[in-house]
């Protein structure tokens, strides 16, 4: 799928355009800080003044996740991704679609388990304090926990495939020195 260029080719394309760069960078700053404050929230006791201060931030920035995608996703279909200058070996280049594939689903399912979580539960929708989400389902508790259950195996799921990427974006950065990391820059 990924196109190669000749080396002397002029080539402004061999890095993602600014659009897409800007919500990479948003969008891996809000998800990461959804994932950390997420994971402090469930070390503590439920119902508490803290811990509910802190789910309503985390809804905030798992709720502006689920915009950004919305308008992320399009745009990747409809601008594709740059051509490389020395293409991946088979290994890595299907192991980088596997992993982009696989954070682009998990972008989606993690913010709308969670909607669910809160909107079937009855539970607030809050943005930062300045407006609530329109809760669009009925009271369902069962769908509730059935969602909350999705967003919990999720997380774990989407702390692996970060984790991955992350450590795979700084190899080929320090130790292939090759353009990946170069292309989201
Ligand atoms: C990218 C988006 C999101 C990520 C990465 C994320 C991640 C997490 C993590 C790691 C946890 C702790 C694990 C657990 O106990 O389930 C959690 C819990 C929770 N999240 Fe999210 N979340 C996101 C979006 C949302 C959204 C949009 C909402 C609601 C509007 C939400 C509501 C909740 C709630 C209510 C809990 C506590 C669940 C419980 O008490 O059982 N999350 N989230
Ligand atoms: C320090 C953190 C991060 C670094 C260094 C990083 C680095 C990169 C790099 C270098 C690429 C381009 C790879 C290529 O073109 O072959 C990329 C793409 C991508 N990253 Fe990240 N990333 C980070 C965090 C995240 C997070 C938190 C997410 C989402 C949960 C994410 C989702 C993606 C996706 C979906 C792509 C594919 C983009 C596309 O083709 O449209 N990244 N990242």
């Known amino acids: 799928m990924s196109a190669t260029l000749a080396p002397e080719e002029d080539a402004p394309n061999t890095r993602y355009r600014p659009s897409q760069r800007i919500l990479h ?5 809000v998800i990461l800080s ?13 119902s508490t003044p803290q811990r509910q201060a802190l789910l309503d931030i985390h809804k905030s920035l798992g709720m502006t996740a689920l915009f950004l995608i919305a ?3 399009p745009l990747r279909l409809s601008l594709g991704e740059p051509a490389y200058r ?3 070996d088979g290994f890595n280049h299907y192991a980088a679609r596997g992993a982009h594939i696989l954070l682009y689903a998990l972008m989606i399912l993690m913010p709308l388990a969670g909607y669910t979580t809160s909107a ?3 539970r607030d929708l ?5 407006f609530e989400w329109p809760n669009l389902l009925p009271l369902d508790r069962p769908l509730a926990r059935a969602a909350a259950e999705v967003h919990k195996y999720g997380a ?8 991955l990427h ?3 974006a700084l190899w080929h950065h320090f130790f292939r020195k090759d353009e990946v990391l170069r292309r989201m820059l």
Do not use: D, E, T
């Open 166 to 168: 992350i450590l795979a």
């Open 156 to 163: 774990y799921c989407l702390y692996a495939v970060v984790s």
């Open 126 to 130: 809050p943005w930062f304090g300045l």
């Open 120 to 122: 079937a539960g009855g």
């Open 86 to 88: 020395q293409p991946l």
């Open 25 to 29: 960078w948003l969008m891996a700053i």
């Open 71 to 73: 308008i992320r996703l």
């Open 34 to 46: 959804a994932l950390v404050i997420g994971l402090y929230c469930s070390y503590l006791v439920p």
